[in-house]
């Protein structure tokens, strides 16, 4: 798999070189710009095929649940004329193959003056808005996909969610995201950095936590925060108005945003379908009014599936053109939106939200995923899982070493977004935090034979201390001490339903085994 993963960047990177470029884009305040200081806006439509139309497999052959929409050459083929006559200077993908050759279709979009816009996860590896973690098996998703896109100069950058936190009842979720776009800028600093490339987030709209979640994004310190914001919205439909979609409220709410922000997902279906779109939302977005807050949006979608969003019907493999395509294609034939030079004076960071019944995210985030201390620790350990252990397993070997009596044990791997302790091991793939677990439990049995078994899931193994590993074990030893701490003193949670504990012993089962889905 590397090997097929080496070829298919060697050729992408050599596909780069021969084709034309287009400039690469900056943002600067809360703008984006090209290199000669012309304002970039967006102008953009959503790109990738509905997971259930998409069908499994890829053109990898790493087994997907989605089809590329980077890596399907004939789709390409197909698809950035299209693309080129509706007007759009931008694509969202949602789920790229990062083992796949995207050197043909980034090559068209390049030669069309189609910029992209990626989702970093997956539909089986994301981060999970009841569930949430930040892992080493994501981190390496992540790193991945900006491997396989960024030495494109038509990328601009990255989400590293969607719509993840979307009520005010899984705000404890923002902090891994954010976790995540800390990591990835870091990453992409130490490893892509000839050019800008932005991490950013797409949020949908909703009003009980709207001030909180734009302003966690966006505080604190500058290395953590999103580098643009994405508004999935749909409030303006059919003939609307400025005052009815509040589309004003919205250019009010962002207009001291220190960062870009534009409109992720746009394009409301009510009143006929996708048929019945007009797009004078359209309009609206473009105008001096929006402009001078937003920079552009992307409609909702390329492809017409059940959900009614599309713009183009694809049959046996030829695509046709929609009502609404025409409708969409003459508005952006009339727009021209009017820039500024230069960014804005505002690019100071907020004031991080307060912990409340609607807010449960603090500033203080869950720890980088590293696959080395994760090593170290199961090396370290005498009582492991088995190889060959199903993951279905987890969760009952689970509750039974850390239950109610045995929570203490699990501090290693736990995580509590509302006072911003985490273990040290919470980041680990979900088989080492298994043997953390089930050595912990040992340990506290006096290393008794039969305290190892677990059913027939575990085995001991000798344990071994090498090279680095002593010192980042030490530290990491420290770091749950305090997390241990942390969790005897918490008070029983008095929070209503409309709020949920960040330190859920009880979700923890789930933890070790969950794959997210939110997308």
Request: aromatic residues 10%; glycine residues 8%; charged residues 20%.
């Amino acid at each position: 798999m590397k090997l097929i993963y080496a070829r298919a960047l060697v050729v992408g990177l050599a596909s780069v070189a021969a084709a034309a470029e287009l400039p690469s884009i900056t943002a600067k305040g809360s703008k984006f710009f090209l290199p000669d200081g012309t304002q970039f806006f967006i102008k953009g439509v959503a790109y990738q095929q509905d997971i259930a139309a998409g069908g499994g497999g890829s053109i990898s052959g790493t087994p997907t649940t989605y089809l590329d929409p980077l890596a399907d050459k004939k789709s390409c083929e197909r698809d950035v004329p299209l693309l080129k006559e509706l007007g759009t200077n931008t694509i969202r993908t949602y789920a790229i193959d990062p083992e796949a050759d995207h050197s043909f279709c980034m090559s068209l979009l390049q030669e069309a003056g189609i910029y992209v816009i990626a989702d970093l996860g997956e539909p089986a590896l994301s981060i999970n808005r009841d569930q949430p973690q930040w892992n080493t098996e994501l981190f390496g998703r992540y790193q991945k996909v900006i491997d396989s896109l960024s030495p494109y100069s038509n990328v601009i950058g990255y989400f590293s969610g969607n719509e993840v936190t979307n009520a005010k009842n899984n705000t404890g979720a923002s902090a891994y995201v954010k976790a995540a776009i800390r990591d990835t800028k870091k990453y992409i600093k130490e490893k892509h950095n000839s050019r800008w490339l932005g991490v950013g987030y797409a949020t949908n709209d909703d009003t009980d936590i709207r001030t909180e979640l734009s302003t966690y994004f966006n505080c604190d310190r500058q290395e953590d925060s999103a580098d643009f914001w994405g508004y999935n919205i749909y409030s303006w439909c059919g003939d609307s108005t400025m005052q009815i979609s509040g589309y004003d409220k919205q250019a009010d709410f962002f207009s001291n945003y220190s960062i870009p922000v534009f409109f992720a997902e746009y394009g409301c279906n009510d009143g006929g379908g996708a048929e019945a779109r007009i797009f004078t939302d359209t309009e609206a977005l473009y105008s001096k009014e929006m402009t001078s807050v937003f920079s552009g949006g992307i409609v909702y979608m390329y492809f017409q599936e059940a959900n009614d969003f599309g713009l183009v019907r694809v049959k046996n493999g030829e695509a046709v053109k929609m009502k609404n395509f025409e409708a969409l294609k003459n508005k952006m034939a009339k727009i021209d939106p009017e820039g500024s030079s230069g960014s804005t004076a505002q690019t100071r960071l907020s004031a991080c939200p307060a912990i409340s019944q609607t807010w449960q995210a603090d500033r203080a985030l869950p720890p980088t995923p590293d696959k080395a201390l994760c090593d170290c620790m199961v090396s370290s350990l005498a009582c492991v899982p088995k190889a060959d252990l199903d993951k279905t397993q987890f969760a009952r070997v689970f509750n039974f070493a850390c239950g109610n009596a045995n929570r203490g044990l699990c501090a290693g791997i736990s995580g509590n977004t509302t006072s911003g302790v985490y273990g040290a091991y919470g980041m680990c793939e979900a088989s080492a935090k298994l043997a953390f677990v089930m050595d912990a439990y040992y340990k506290k049995q006096n290393s008794g034979a039969f305290a190892c078994d677990f059913d027939g899931a575990a085995r001991l193994q000798k344990a071994t201390v090498q090279g680095k590993c002593d010192a980042m074990l030490k530290e990491a030893k420290k770091v749950n001490e305090h997390a241990a701490t942390a969790t005897a003193a918490a008070p029983k949670s008095t929070s209503t339903k409309d709020s949920k504990s960040a330190t859920n012993f009880a979700s923890l089962a789930l933890l070790l085994c969950a794959v997210a889905v939110s997308i």
